[in-house]
């Protein structure tokens, strides 16, 4: 179900990020409609675009790196979005993992988030290829991609689990009658 990672070794660098878009976000999640649970729209967003191309594309395809430069006698602190190969290699996997969120190979859990208004997201975390999906409720029926990444360190890999662990085990009072299905 989990095909290959993509390959890139064929495509043009500056081509890549227009491959990614043509060939599996537009079909994916513009063209054609996706569904978690048969009933939830993953709204693509397409009214926030940057570069002609969804904001949230540029989330499953880039990482924010922050760099310092020197600007007469400060440093000023920039960022810019770069691409993520680990993120973009397994855009594919994305709908694979919203449409089949109940197999086994994927722990489904709820979490408070500590920014902002404090929503609850959805993490779709496809545990044995250290990959995670995270979606947000937009209304009853409605919700959006915030971002998917590679997990690359134990310690995001060891938080994931208890995140799940404390969502199954129900010790978190904020999640209890969160689920949207």
């Known amino acids: 179900m989990f095909s290959e990672l993509l390959n890139f070794d064929s495509?043009?660098?500056s081509k890549i990020f227009d491959f990614l878009y043509d060939e599996i976000f537009y079909p994916d999640f513009i063209e054609n409609k996706t569904y978690l649970a048969n009933k939830i729209k993953i709204d693509p967003q397409s009214y926030k675009k940057d570069e002609g191309k969804e904001h949230?594309?540029?989330?499953?395809?880039?990482?924010?790196?922050?760099?310092?430069i020197k600007n007469g006698n400060r440093y000023e602190t920039k960022t810019e979005r770069?691409?993520?190969?680990?993120?973009?290699?397994?855009?594919?996997?994305?709908?694979i993992i919203i449409e089949n969120h109940s197999i086994n190979n994927i722990k489904l859990f709820y979490k408070k988030e500590s920014k902002?208004?404090?929503?609850?997201?959805?993490?779709?975390?496809l545990y044995e290829k250290?990959?995670?999906v995270i979606l947000?409720?937009?209304?009853?029926s409605s919700s959006f991609l915030v971002t998917s990444f590679y997990i690359t360190h134990n310690a995001k890999r060891d938080d994931f689990q208890k995140y799940?662990?404390?969502?199954?085990?129900?010790?978190d009072p904020d999640l209890k009658g969160c689920e949207w299905f």
């Open 11 to 13: 495509i043009d660098a």
């Open 56 to 68: 949230t594309f540029w989330h499953l395809t880039t990482r924010i790196h922050k760099y310092t």
């Open 82 to 95: 770069l691409i993520d190969y680990d993120r973009a290699k397994r855009l594919h996997w994305v709908k």
């Open 116 to 125: 902002g208004k404090k929503p609850i997201r959805l993490y779709l975390w």
């Open 130 to 132: 250290d990959f995670v």
């Open 136 to 140: 947000q409720k937009l209304g009853r």
């Open 164 to 171: 799940y662990e404390d969502y199954i085990n129900s010790k």
